[in-house]
């Protein structure tokens, strides 16, 4: 769909696609810093039975750092250091994480693909945001590059992995179709 501008005589133009307003200031606030935190390149925060989580990835240290705000967002976050998780991430960027079938995911990207043993890393937390995850590589599914960042999306009882292929100047889909634990092939990914 292309966007028209319609007005006639207008004093200024803004587009804003935004459920906030941009117009007006924001008092800022500091939620604290993280200890060892370095090169971030990927946050998100989630909601889970009434309380707030964030989750942030450090790709100079290879960490991923959960951040439990308890009932708000705009609380002072219990900063837990979850290292490493099964030491698979490498130089990681980009984080999303879902709740699929009962079970919380998280997805990681990495930038190092040179070699067979690193990829995308599903980070599985079982029940609850509050458990140590494990780590499972689902591999660079044929891709030789970079995935800058991910999104986990959900279309019907779909569930798909959208990659920003870096170096490609590519989107990649990549389906798990009902469960985000079920096997790929090659059927199962769109460039």
Same mark, same amino acid.
């Given at each position: 769909?292309?966007? /028209?501008?319609?007005?006639?005589?207008? @004093? $200024?133009?803004?587009? @804003?696609?935004?459920?906030?307003?941009?117009?007006?200031?924001?008092? #800022?606030?500091?939620? &604290?810093?993280?200890?060892? !935190?370095? &090169?971030?390149? =990927?946050?998100?925060?989630? #909601?889970?039975? =009434?309380?707030?989580?964030?989750?942030?990835?450090?790709?100079?240290?290879?960490?991923?750092?959960?951040?439990?705000?308890?009932? %708000?967002?705009?609380? %002072?976050?219990?900063?837990? @250091?979850?290292?490493?998780?099964?030491?698979?991430?490498?130089?990681? #960027?980009?984080?999303?994480?879902?709740?699929?079938?009962?079970?919380?995911? &998280?997805?990681?990207?990495?930038?190092? $693909?040179?070699?067979?043993?690193? =990829?995308?890393?599903?980070?599985? $937390? +079982? %029940? /609850?945001? *509050?458990?140590?995850?494990?780590?499972v590589n689902l591999g660079n599914f044929g891709f030789g590059t970079r !995935?800058?960042?991910?999104?986990?999306?959900? *279309? =019907?009882? @779909? $569930?798909?992995?959208?990659?920003?292929?870096?170096? +490609?100047? %590519?989107l990649v889909s990549v389906n798990f179709r009902d469960d985000l634990e079920n096997p790929i092939d090659g059927s199962n990914?769109?460039?």
């Open positions: 769909m292309d966007i /028209s501008n319609n007005s006639i005589n207008a @004093d $200024f133009y803004a587009w @804003d696609f935004c459920s906030d307003d941009f117009l007006s200031y924001k008092e #800022e606030s500091d939620l &604290g810093s993280l200890l060892g !935190f370095s &090169g971030g390149f =990927g946050y998100k925060v989630i #909601e889970s039975n =009434g309380n707030w989580f964030g989750f942030v990835i450090s790709r100079s240290n290879g960490k991923l750092y959960r951040l439990n705000y308890g009932d %708000s967002p705009m609380n %002072s976050p219990l900063v837990t @250091d979850l290292g490493n998780p099964d030491g698979k991430l490498s130089s990681p #960027e980009g984080i999303d994480i879902v709740k699929a079938n009962n079970k919380w995911y &998280g997805f990681v990207g990495s930038l190092n $693909f040179s070699t067979p043993t690193q =990829g995308i890393i599903r980070l599985d $937390f +079982g %029940s /609850s945001l *509050q458990n140590v995850p494990i780590a !995935f800058r960042d991910l999104k986990v999306i959900r *279309q =019907g009882i @779909d $569930f798909i992995l959208l990659l920003v292929n870096y170096n +490609g100047n %590519s990914i769109l460039n």
